[in-house]
Each structure stands twice: as C-alpha cells, then as structure tokens.
C-alpha cells in the first residue's frame, strides 16, 4: 500500500515516519512528486487545514494521502497562535522568529498564567475513506528557550511530567507523548481497522 505524506516541512517528514511505521505501508513524500502543489492553509480549524491538504494532494497524485495541521494554543493570547502557528510572524518566518514573537508577546504574562497546549489533527483521505484523528498535550511557556533538539516551539515548550522542553526530550521521549505522536498513532491505529475489516468483507 503507497501512502503519501503531505507535507513540504522535512522536519515533520521525519517525525511522521518514525511514528507512523505500519508494516506493507510505503509512505512517498512531496519530494516524489515534482510539481506538486502547495494547498493554501486558509481554513479556521486545523481539522479544515489538515483535511484540505490531504484532499487535494490525493486529487493531485492519485493515491491515498495522510496530512495533518499543528498549532499551539496559549491561554493568554486566547487560544493564539493556533491555526497560524507556523507563520506567527509572518508568511515565510523562521522557527526562531515565531518563537521570538511569542515571548515578546508574552513578555508581561507572570509565570503562573503561561499555560498552553499543543494540538495536532491528522488527516488520512481516499474517495471512499477519511479518517480524522487528534492529538493533544499540556504544557507551559517558557521565559527563554531551553534544549537544543525538536523543531518550531519545543525550545520553549515545557512538560512539567518530564521536567523538560520538548527540545530537552530526545526523539523517542518526545514521540511517545506529543500531540503529533499520539495523533499519528491513532491514525495508524484507526486505518490498520478499516483495512482488516475491509478483508474480512471482500
């Protein structure tokens, strides 16, 4: 079975294959597909977003296609930066950048009120199946970015179970608590049943 995995940030390419390992799955990447276009993340959910992606990325290769859509969600910015996470500080911004603008606009915020919460909706689409699945982690804001790992917020995303940012966490650590590992997991999960149910009825 041929997968593709639709998403341009190899960061999350690597991620992903780590944690969604099936067996007789052959997951392609945007990279196999020259040309390929680049959906526009306008939608005012990450479930929208994610389920765009993957619609029209299979529409595009012809083949079944799993996507999914991040955001950190922080309290005292109400729910920001959520959807617009990986532009926070604009279109083409860095991970250091957006990580820089939220702590400036977090500058005033005492320690006690920096809670915040990473969420992860994953998308897997055919013509004749979706399936949607999320992923959810506590955590709170740091001051200053700790831990050299990870990628986007994890310097300052901190765990207070482990006692570290995800940055801090290696990558297994990492995978086996975030919000992406346990929405890939129950995506792997959820597809491994309709495929068994699906040959037991054919």
Not at 146 to 175: H, Q, S, W
Not at 180 to 202: C, D, E, P, V
Request: proline share 5%; aromatic share 6%; charged share 25%.
């Amino acid at each position: 079975m041929v997968i593709v995995l639709a998403t341009n940030n190899r960061d999350k390419v690597a991620e992903i294959k780590r944690i969604f390992n099936l067996p007789g799955v052959q997951l392609l990447t945007l990279e196999d597909f020259p040309g390929a276009p680049h959906p526009l993340e306008d939608g005012n959910t990450l479930e929208e977003n994610a389920l765009k992606k993957a619609k029209e990325m299979a529409e595009f290769t012809g083949l079944p296609t799993i996507a999914d859509d991040t955001g950190l969600e922080v309290d005292a910015l109400g729910g920001k930066p959520g959807v617009c996470s990986s532009r926070f500080a604009g279109e083409r911004a860095t991970y250091a950048q957006n990580v820089a603008r939220l702590l400036e606009e977090m500058a005033e915020v005492p320690d006690d009120k920096r809670n915040a919460c990473f969420r992860c909706v994953a998308v897997y689409y055919s013509p004749s199946l979706q399936i949607i699945e999320e992923g959810r982690i506590e955590g709170i804001i740091l001051r200053e970015r700790r831990g050299n790992g990870g990628f986007g917020y994890d310097p300052v995303f901190y765990v207070p179970e482990e006692g570290k940012t995800f940055a801090e966490l290696d990558i297994a650590e990492k995978n086996a608590i975030s919000h992406r590992g346990q929405a890939f997991r129950r995506l792997a999960q959820a597809l491994t049943t309709q495929i068994l149910a699906h040959n037991l009825n054919s």
